[in-house]
């Protein structure tokens, strides 16, 4: 059983379908290259709005061989091709379902044929896309565990798949696709081979996790931290909580809601609940519990896996002890769903196969730690942590923490002061990594050891001075991190090429952002970075307020 367009006639109209051909893939991007890529037999979803509108590509998608793509309206490009018999179309207002008009009865459809799947336009294709991916999931049938919280999400649900698939046949998100189209998307994926899927669910607004509950309906909702996140549209942090929490709310008595008893908010949703509680954490009294835990650096972590009266010692392949929360939660959605700690432990002893930090070692004189996945306050400091264990001169580069709000200036300050101790130079990037700069001064580190750049593209150029000039002995550990919008990725990349091809990249890098002054002295070989004005006698750069 793997979703097809005889599906979706099914779920219009009720009535069973025979024997289809499935959709190779499922997708909003009509690319091969595109994320998630769309295939030949593929359904392509048209999404309307903002800059580009779906309906443009949907010719496309089709000369690749998607085999459907999902519209509001015959685009205009097609209608030739629609009135000759080139491409048909399925008009699902023509049948009967929770959301379309009584039922008219079937036509037959060529499946050699591509098809316009046309909604109602009030509805939309993303409507009707989560509509599908609900329906689908019940007709699946069975268990899903649904992790959600500000910070974590991903790594919990890499290590709950990896704890889950030691036991069961287990579908889990791939890549970012946690929103209103990922989510579809990824239970569109499942197929009778599935015994349990592990979804991931982020939010930026108030009732989409209202929304997504009802779309995913879990059997098990994990719950990680609660922290300041996509603060434009939740404001504060009160009401990240709240929504956040809505996920147990809709939980049956008979599911379970995995709670981290290390974050007094994520706890207090036990009162939010009809469901079993099952809480995690290294706090006394946590149902999975973590003992003896202790930090190898960039090797790892152990502790001993407390639940049911048992303990057993676990090594956790992932650099940074803040990851011991996500291997808990992870053990404790495995207990939930009847795993044994034998399973447990090798899952999460298992290498993950895309960890959100990456340890690169170019060569005997650099080591890159690669946490440019994302970036909250809460997980840049923890990254400063594990940058404080490892070998070797510590360099910190960090760009902009982004969709914080109000809450923006007070989080790069936060981070800021967390810098001195932990890494004896900083390269700030982006505008808002100012106030992480001016706290890292005004905690104690020298402006000439402090150095502001407006994008990626410099950061790594500041850094290939620093290094220079510190002369080919000396061994630098370099910590990069930002959010994802901030493109530091490009940083890690570079640094991890080092030798002649790494000054391509940078070079290649600094032509891309021709407005950066940095870019321009690069292509002449005349950079170097720039420090940060002296600290005035609040702490703050003259002429650079904390945060602006």
Known sequence: MRFSLAHVREWASGVPAGDPSPFTAVSMSSRLDGWPPMRPGGLFVAIGGGRRDGHDFVADAFAIGAAAALVDHVPDGLAGAVADGRVQVLNLSSYGGASYGAPSGFHPYAESVPTLVVVDPGIGTMGTLQELGGWWRRRWGGPVVAIAGSVGKTTTKDLAVAVLSRQFRTLGTEGNLNNELGLPITLLRLTHSHEVAAVEVGISAPGEMAAFSAIAAPDVAVLTRIEAEHLEFLHDIETVEREEGTLVEGLAPSGTAVLNADDPRVLAMAGRTQARVLTYGEAPGAHVQARDVHSRGLDGVTFRLWHDGRGVPVTLPLAGRHFTSAALAAAAAGFALGASHETVVAGLESTPVAPRIRVLRPDDELVVIDDTYNASPASCIAALDLLAE??????????????????????????????????????????????????????????????????????????????RAAGASTRFTVLVKGSRGMRMERVAQILAKRTASAAVELSKAATEEPSSSVAQRLRRGSYSPQPLPRCDGRGAPEGMGVGS
Do not use: C, K, Q, Y
């Open 390 to 467: 490892a070998p070797g001169a510590h360099v910190a580069i960090l760009g902009d923490m982004l969709e914080l709000g109000d809450f923006t200036s007070l989080a790069h300050t936060t981070v800021g002061a967390h810098v001195p101790g932990r890494a004896a130079r900083l390269i700030a990037v982006g505008e808002a990594s100012r106030g992480i700069a001016a706290a890292a001064i005004a905690g104690g580190m020298a402006p000439g050891d402090v150095a502001w750049v407006p994008n990626a593209a410099d950061a790594a150029g500041a850094f290939e001075t620093w290094r």
